[in-house]
Protein backbone atom coordinates (compact mmCIF):
# COMPACT_ATOMS: atom_id res chain seq x y z
CA UNK A 1 0.00 0.00 0.00
CA UNK A 2 1.20 3.72 -0.54
CA UNK A 3 3.06 5.08 2.35
CA UNK A 4 0.49 8.19 1.83
CA UNK A 5 -1.97 5.36 4.20
CA UNK A 6 0.94 4.66 6.71
CA UNK A 7 0.37 6.02 9.94
CA UNK A 8 2.16 8.78 11.17
CA UNK A 9 2.75 9.44 14.94
CA UNK A 10 4.19 12.82 16.46
CA UNK A 11 6.35 13.42 19.69
CA UNK A 12 3.07 14.51 21.36
CA UNK A 13 -0.59 14.40 20.62
CA UNK A 14 -2.32 11.54 18.35
CA UNK A 15 -1.11 9.11 15.44
CA UNK A 16 -2.40 10.63 12.09
CA UNK A 17 -3.42 7.53 10.61
CA UNK A 18 -2.65 8.74 6.98
CA UNK A 19 -0.22 11.15 5.66
CA UNK A 20 -2.52 14.16 4.70
CA UNK A 21 -3.36 17.13 5.88
CA UNK A 22 -5.63 19.79 4.90
CA UNK A 23 -3.70 23.14 4.35
CA UNK A 24 -5.15 26.20 6.58
CA UNK A 25 -7.72 27.90 3.87
CA UNK A 26 -9.18 31.28 4.65
CA UNK A 27 -13.01 31.19 3.36
CA UNK A 28 -14.43 34.28 4.48
CA UNK A 29 -17.18 31.85 6.11
CA UNK A 30 -16.90 33.26 9.43
CA UNK A 31 -19.17 35.47 11.60
CA UNK A 32 -18.44 38.95 11.48
CA UNK A 33 -17.12 38.87 15.16
CA UNK A 34 -15.20 35.71 14.34
CA UNK A 35 -17.77 32.80 15.60
CA UNK A 36 -17.72 29.89 13.39
CA UNK A 37 -20.63 29.60 11.36
CA UNK A 38 -22.74 26.88 10.27
CA UNK A 39 -21.12 26.93 6.09
CA UNK A 40 -17.39 27.28 7.57
CA UNK A 41 -18.22 23.86 9.81
CA UNK A 42 -19.79 22.36 7.01
CA UNK A 43 -16.75 23.14 4.85
CA UNK A 44 -14.10 22.00 7.35
CA UNK A 45 -16.14 18.67 8.95
CA UNK A 46 -16.63 17.28 5.71
CA UNK A 47 -12.55 17.27 4.56
CA UNK A 48 -12.33 15.42 7.89
CA UNK A 49 -14.85 12.89 6.95
CA UNK A 50 -13.22 12.36 3.75
CA UNK A 51 -10.45 11.10 5.29
CA UNK A 52 -8.13 13.76 5.80
CA UNK A 53 -5.35 12.75 8.63
CA UNK A 54 -5.52 15.96 10.15
CA UNK A 55 -8.05 18.63 9.66
CA UNK A 56 -6.63 22.26 9.85
CA UNK A 57 -8.79 25.18 10.70
CA UNK A 58 -7.75 28.63 8.10
CA UNK A 59 -5.72 31.29 9.48
CA UNK A 60 -7.92 32.43 12.67
CA UNK A 61 -6.68 35.47 14.35
CA UNK A 62 -5.46 35.93 18.05
CA UNK A 63 -6.21 39.99 18.36
CA UNK A 64 -9.01 41.57 16.66
CA UNK A 65 -6.30 44.09 15.44
CA UNK A 66 -4.76 41.28 13.13
CA UNK A 67 -7.74 40.41 11.55
CA UNK A 68 -6.61 40.16 7.98
CA UNK A 69 -9.71 38.73 5.78
CA UNK A 70 -13.47 39.94 6.23
CA UNK A 71 -15.19 36.55 7.17
CA UNK A 72 -11.81 35.31 9.30
CA UNK A 73 -13.02 33.32 12.06
CA UNK A 74 -11.38 34.20 15.31
CA UNK A 75 -9.78 33.03 18.60
CA UNK A 76 -8.93 36.15 20.23
CA UNK A 77 -12.14 36.09 22.85
CA UNK A 78 -13.69 33.31 24.83
CA UNK A 79 -16.97 33.95 22.97
CA UNK A 80 -15.15 31.69 20.09
CA UNK A 81 -14.61 28.71 22.43
CA UNK A 82 -18.34 27.84 21.74
CA UNK A 83 -18.12 27.17 17.83
CA UNK A 84 -14.76 26.08 17.79
CA UNK A 85 -15.42 23.12 20.52
CA UNK A 86 -18.16 21.69 17.98
CA UNK A 87 -15.97 21.41 15.36
CA UNK A 88 -13.05 20.24 17.09
CA UNK A 89 -15.37 17.55 18.45
CA UNK A 90 -16.67 16.83 15.34
CA UNK A 91 -13.13 16.55 13.61
CA UNK A 92 -11.80 14.57 15.94
CA UNK A 93 -15.15 12.22 15.65
CA UNK A 94 -13.98 11.52 12.34
CA UNK A 95 -10.76 10.10 13.43
CA UNK A 96 -9.01 13.09 11.71
CA UNK A 97 -6.48 15.50 14.35
CA UNK A 98 -7.82 18.87 14.96
CA UNK A 99 -5.88 21.37 14.62
CA UNK A 100 -6.44 25.46 14.51
CA UNK A 101 -4.18 27.26 12.94
CA UNK A 102 -3.10 30.33 15.12
CA UNK A 103 -2.51 34.12 13.07
CA UNK A 104 -1.90 37.50 13.14
CA UNK A 105 -1.97 39.80 10.12
CA UNK A 106 0.13 42.50 11.54
CA UNK A 107 0.57 45.14 8.18
CA UNK A 108 -1.43 43.41 6.34
CA UNK A 109 -4.53 43.97 8.62
CA UNK A 110 -6.77 46.44 5.74
CA UNK A 111 -7.73 49.69 8.22
CA UNK A 112 -11.09 49.33 6.92
CA UNK A 113 -12.04 46.31 7.96
CA UNK A 114 -10.26 46.49 11.58
CA UNK A 115 -11.21 50.42 11.92
CA UNK A 116 -7.99 51.67 13.28
CA UNK A 117 -3.95 51.69 11.93
CA UNK A 118 -2.74 48.25 11.60
CA UNK A 119 0.47 47.24 13.72
CA UNK A 120 3.65 45.87 12.56
CA UNK A 121 7.42 45.02 13.90
CA UNK A 122 8.01 48.51 12.50
CA UNK A 123 6.02 51.21 10.73
CA UNK A 124 4.97 51.06 7.04
CA UNK A 125 4.47 54.08 4.83
CA UNK A 126 2.39 52.15 2.43
CA UNK A 127 -0.27 49.95 4.25
CA UNK A 128 -0.28 52.90 7.45
CA UNK A 129 1.06 50.59 9.93
CA UNK A 130 2.46 51.56 13.40
CA UNK A 131 5.13 50.27 15.21
CA UNK A 132 4.64 47.81 18.37
CA UNK A 133 5.71 49.04 21.19
CA UNK A 134 7.69 46.78 23.59
CA UNK A 135 4.99 46.23 25.60
CA UNK A 136 2.88 45.54 22.69
CA UNK A 137 5.13 42.78 21.81
CA UNK A 138 5.03 41.30 24.88
CA UNK A 139 0.74 41.31 24.59
CA UNK A 140 1.09 40.21 21.58
CA UNK A 141 3.16 37.15 22.41
CA UNK A 142 0.57 36.76 25.28
CA UNK A 143 -2.10 36.94 23.10
CA UNK A 144 -0.67 33.89 20.86
CA UNK A 145 -0.12 32.01 23.88
CA UNK A 146 -3.75 32.84 24.67
CA UNK A 147 -5.32 31.69 21.56
CA UNK A 148 -3.29 28.48 22.41
CA UNK A 149 -5.03 27.69 25.22
CA UNK A 150 -8.21 28.43 24.22
CA UNK A 151 -7.73 25.83 21.56
CA UNK A 152 -6.91 23.73 23.99
CA UNK A 153 -9.81 24.47 25.86
CA UNK A 154 -12.12 23.91 22.48
CA UNK A 155 -10.84 20.30 22.21
CA UNK A 156 -8.43 20.92 20.02
CA UNK A 157 -5.19 18.65 19.88
CA UNK A 158 -3.32 21.10 18.76
CA UNK A 159 -2.75 24.35 16.74
CA UNK A 160 -0.09 25.71 14.10
CA UNK A 161 1.71 29.50 14.47
CA UNK A 162 1.51 30.77 11.23
CA UNK A 163 5.07 32.00 10.45
CA UNK A 164 4.54 32.36 6.92
CA UNK A 165 3.19 34.29 3.73
CA UNK A 166 4.60 37.73 5.27
CA UNK A 167 1.75 37.95 8.15
CA UNK A 168 2.92 39.22 11.31
CA UNK A 169 5.78 37.13 12.16
CA UNK A 170 7.40 36.88 9.00
CA UNK A 171 7.34 40.26 8.93
CA UNK A 172 9.25 40.63 12.36
CA UNK A 173 11.85 37.87 10.61
CA UNK A 174 12.07 39.97 7.38
CA UNK A 175 14.77 42.81 7.44
CA UNK A 176 12.80 44.53 4.91
CA UNK A 177 9.50 44.89 7.40
CA UNK A 178 11.52 44.78 10.04
CA UNK A 179 13.55 48.07 11.17
CA UNK A 180 13.67 47.85 14.65
CA UNK A 181 17.29 48.38 17.12
CA UNK A 182 16.00 46.53 20.08
CA UNK A 183 15.86 43.07 21.50
CA UNK A 184 13.41 41.95 18.17
CA UNK A 185 15.40 43.92 15.29
CA UNK A 186 19.20 43.25 13.69
CA UNK A 187 20.32 39.69 13.91
CA UNK A 188 18.48 36.97 12.75
CA UNK A 189 18.08 35.69 16.26
CA UNK A 190 16.67 39.05 17.34
CA UNK A 191 14.35 38.87 14.40
CA UNK A 192 12.81 35.01 15.29
CA UNK A 193 12.90 36.15 18.64
CA UNK A 194 9.15 36.22 18.90
CA UNK A 195 8.60 32.57 17.70
CA UNK A 196 10.79 31.37 20.58
CA UNK A 197 8.93 33.42 23.16
CA UNK A 198 5.95 32.16 22.11
CA UNK A 199 6.64 28.60 22.06
CA UNK A 200 7.83 28.57 25.49
CA UNK A 201 4.70 30.54 26.30
CA UNK A 202 2.58 27.82 25.02
CA UNK A 203 4.56 24.76 26.55
CA UNK A 204 4.39 26.42 29.98
CA UNK A 205 0.59 26.67 29.79
CA UNK A 206 -0.85 23.90 27.56
CA UNK A 207 -0.67 20.42 28.70
CA UNK A 208 1.86 18.55 28.00
CA UNK A 209 0.41 16.57 25.22
CA UNK A 210 -0.70 19.35 23.43
CA UNK A 211 0.53 19.42 19.34
CA UNK A 212 2.34 22.48 18.24
CA UNK A 213 3.55 23.05 14.55
CA UNK A 214 5.10 26.34 12.78
CA UNK A 215 4.64 27.37 9.44
CA UNK A 216 7.10 29.40 7.52
CA UNK A 217 7.69 30.01 4.04
CA UNK A 218 10.96 30.86 2.99
CA UNK A 219 10.89 33.09 -0.17
CA UNK A 220 10.12 36.49 -1.03
CA UNK A 221 8.60 39.48 1.18
CA UNK A 222 12.74 39.78 2.07
CA UNK A 223 12.83 36.81 3.64
CA UNK A 224 16.23 35.26 2.98
CA UNK A 225 16.20 31.08 2.25
CA UNK A 226 19.48 30.41 4.14
CA UNK A 227 17.88 32.46 7.03
CA UNK A 228 14.92 30.55 7.49
CA UNK A 229 16.58 27.21 6.81
CA UNK A 230 18.95 28.40 10.17
CA UNK A 231 15.21 29.14 12.14
CA UNK A 232 13.55 25.96 10.51
CA UNK A 233 16.40 24.33 12.12
CA UNK A 234 16.50 25.93 15.12
CA UNK A 235 12.56 25.22 16.06
CA UNK A 236 13.07 21.48 14.88
CA UNK A 237 16.60 21.33 17.16
CA UNK A 238 14.90 22.66 20.71
CA UNK A 239 12.24 19.86 20.69
CA UNK A 240 9.38 22.67 21.61
CA UNK A 241 7.59 22.01 17.77
CA UNK A 242 5.90 18.61 16.77
CA UNK A 243 5.69 19.22 13.33
CA UNK A 244 6.84 22.10 10.79
CA UNK A 245 4.85 22.90 7.99
CA UNK A 246 7.22 24.34 4.79
CA UNK A 247 4.78 26.26 2.59
CA UNK A 248 6.60 26.16 -0.55
CA UNK A 249 3.77 27.06 -2.86
CA UNK A 250 5.34 24.68 -5.55
CA UNK A 251 6.84 22.10 -3.69
CA UNK A 252 8.53 20.88 -6.72
CA UNK A 253 10.33 24.52 -7.52
CA UNK A 254 13.38 25.85 -7.21
CA UNK A 255 14.62 28.99 -5.06
CA UNK A 256 14.19 31.90 -6.20
CA UNK A 257 17.76 32.94 -5.41
CA UNK A 258 19.82 32.41 -8.10
CA UNK A 259 23.02 31.12 -5.84
CA UNK A 260 20.39 28.80 -4.12
CA UNK A 261 19.37 27.31 -7.24
CA UNK A 262 19.93 23.60 -9.06
CA UNK A 263 18.29 21.36 -6.37
CA UNK A 264 14.51 21.97 -5.20
CA UNK A 265 13.73 24.28 -2.63
CA UNK A 266 12.08 21.54 -0.89
CA UNK A 267 15.36 20.10 -0.16
CA UNK A 268 16.97 22.80 1.47
CA UNK A 269 14.63 21.50 4.36
CA UNK A 270 14.27 17.78 4.06
CA UNK A 271 18.27 17.97 4.39
CA UNK A 272 18.11 18.96 8.26
CA UNK A 273 18.42 17.26 11.15
CA UNK A 274 14.87 16.47 11.91
CA UNK A 275 15.22 15.01 15.11
CA UNK A 276 11.43 13.84 16.59
CA UNK A 277 9.61 16.84 14.35
CA UNK A 278 7.41 15.46 11.57
CA UNK A 279 8.45 17.87 7.98
CA UNK A 280 5.75 18.51 5.78
CA UNK A 281 5.10 20.42 2.69
CA UNK A 282 2.67 22.31 1.05
CA UNK A 283 2.09 23.74 -2.58
CA UNK A 284 0.68 22.53 -5.63
CA UNK A 285 0.29 18.58 -4.98
CA UNK A 286 -3.19 18.28 -7.24
CA UNK A 287 -2.84 14.27 -8.13
CA UNK A 288 -2.07 11.51 -5.60
CA UNK A 289 1.27 11.12 -8.07
CA UNK A 290 2.02 14.69 -7.56
CA UNK A 291 1.36 13.76 -3.55
CA UNK A 292 3.69 10.14 -3.67
CA UNK A 293 6.33 12.42 -5.35
CA UNK A 294 6.35 14.79 -2.26
CA UNK A 295 6.23 11.95 -0.10
CA UNK A 296 9.19 10.24 -1.30
CA UNK A 297 11.35 13.35 -1.62
CA UNK A 298 11.66 13.50 1.76
CA UNK A 299 8.42 14.52 3.53
CA UNK A 300 6.78 12.73 6.73
CA UNK A 301 3.60 14.54 5.63
CA UNK A 302 2.17 16.48 2.93
CA UNK A 303 -0.67 18.88 2.60
CA UNK A 304 -3.39 20.08 0.09
CA UNK A 305 -5.12 23.03 -0.48
CA UNK A 306 -7.12 23.64 -3.68
CA UNK A 307 -6.90 19.79 -4.55
CA UNK A 308 -8.98 19.68 -1.22
CA UNK A 309 -11.70 22.36 -2.13
CA UNK A 310 -12.08 20.49 -5.59
CA UNK A 311 -12.57 17.11 -3.32
CA UNK A 312 -13.37 16.71 0.33
CA UNK A 313 -12.77 13.21 -0.09
CA UNK A 314 -9.06 13.31 -1.85
CA UNK A 315 -7.51 10.72 0.40
CA UNK A 316 -10.60 8.09 0.80
CA UNK A 317 -10.67 8.08 -3.07
CA UNK A 318 -7.61 7.55 -3.55
CA UNK A 319 -7.58 4.96 -1.22
CA UNK A 320 -10.33 3.58 -2.82
CA UNK A 321 -9.23 4.03 -6.40
CA UNK A 322 -5.55 3.44 -7.22
CA UNK A 323 -5.44 5.50 -10.50
CA UNK A 324 -8.38 8.53 -9.02
CA UNK A 325 -7.64 11.33 -11.42
CA UNK A 326 -9.17 14.82 -9.45
CA UNK A 327 -11.15 17.23 -11.67
CA UNK A 328 -9.47 19.76 -13.87
CA UNK A 329 -10.13 24.02 -13.20
CA UNK A 330 -11.74 25.48 -13.76
CA UNK A 331 -14.58 24.16 -12.37
CA UNK A 332 -18.00 25.05 -12.46
CA UNK A 333 -20.06 26.79 -9.18
CA UNK A 334 -22.06 23.92 -8.93
CA UNK A 335 -19.10 21.45 -8.43
CA UNK A 336 -18.03 23.69 -5.34
CA UNK A 337 -21.28 23.43 -4.00
CA UNK A 338 -21.28 20.04 -4.11
CA UNK A 339 -18.20 20.13 -2.57
CA UNK A 340 -19.39 21.71 0.89
CA UNK A 341 -18.71 25.08 -0.06
CA UNK A 342 -20.93 28.14 0.50
CA UNK A 343 -21.57 31.02 -1.82
CA UNK A 344 -19.07 33.46 0.10
CA UNK A 345 -15.96 30.91 -0.06
CA UNK A 346 -17.27 30.27 -4.05
CA UNK A 347 -16.83 33.97 -5.10
CA UNK A 348 -13.78 34.14 -2.60
CA UNK A 349 -12.06 31.66 -5.12
CA UNK A 350 -12.95 33.30 -7.83
CA UNK A 351 -10.40 35.65 -6.77
CA UNK A 352 -7.94 32.81 -7.70
CA UNK A 353 -6.73 32.74 -10.78
CA UNK A 354 -8.22 30.16 -13.67
CA UNK A 355 -10.00 28.21 -9.69
CA UNK A 356 -14.12 29.16 -10.50
CA UNK A 357 -15.38 28.87 -14.01
CA UNK A 358 -16.47 32.01 -15.22
CA UNK A 359 -20.06 31.96 -16.18
C1 LIG B 1 -8.15 30.04 -0.83
C2 LIG B 1 -6.85 29.92 -0.08
C3 LIG B 1 -6.79 30.31 1.24
C4 LIG B 1 -5.60 30.17 1.97
N1 LIG B 1 -5.58 30.50 3.30
C5 LIG B 1 -4.49 30.25 4.05
C6 LIG B 1 -4.51 30.43 5.46
O1 LIG B 1 -5.53 30.77 6.06
N2 LIG B 1 -3.36 30.16 6.14
C7 LIG B 1 -2.22 29.73 5.51
O2 LIG B 1 -1.19 29.51 6.17
N3 LIG B 1 -2.19 29.53 4.18
C8 LIG B 1 -3.29 29.76 3.44
N4 LIG B 1 -3.28 29.47 2.10
C9 LIG B 1 -2.15 28.73 1.53
C10 LIG B 1 -2.45 27.22 1.56
O3 LIG B 1 -2.49 26.75 2.88
C11 LIG B 1 -1.42 26.39 0.76
O4 LIG B 1 -0.17 26.47 1.37
C12 LIG B 1 -1.32 26.88 -0.68
O5 LIG B 1 -2.61 27.04 -1.23
C13 LIG B 1 -0.54 25.92 -1.55
O6 LIG B 1 -1.14 24.65 -1.56
P1 LIG B 1 -2.08 24.15 -2.79
O7 LIG B 1 -1.30 24.41 -4.03
O8 LIG B 1 -2.31 22.71 -2.47
O9 LIG B 1 -3.34 24.98 -2.75
C14 LIG B 1 -4.44 29.66 1.35
C15 LIG B 1 -4.52 29.27 0.01
C16 LIG B 1 -5.70 29.38 -0.69
C17 LIG B 1 -5.76 28.87 -2.11
Known sequence: MSQLFQPLSFSRGPTMKNRFMLAPLTNTQSHEDGVLSDEEFTWLTMRAEGGFGLTMTCAAHVQAVGQGFPGQLGVFSDKHIEGLSHLAATIKAHSSVAICQLHHAGM????????????????????????????????????????????????????????????????????????????????????????????????????????????????????????????????????????????????????????????TLMSYFTEL?????????????????????????????????????LHHDFPNRYLEDPIFKPIENPVARSHLVDEGLSDKFITYMQSWEGFVAKE
Open 108 to 263: RSPSELIVTEPVSPSGDEKTGARALSLVEIEQLVADFVAAAVRSQEAGFDGIEIHGAHSYILCQFLSSENNQRDDLYGGSLENRSRIFFEILDGIREQCRDDFMVGVRLSPERFGLVLSEVQTVAQQLMSTGQIDFLDMSLWDVFKEPNEEAMQGR
Open 273 to 309: ERGEVRLGVAGKIRTPEEAEKALAAGADWIMLGRAAI
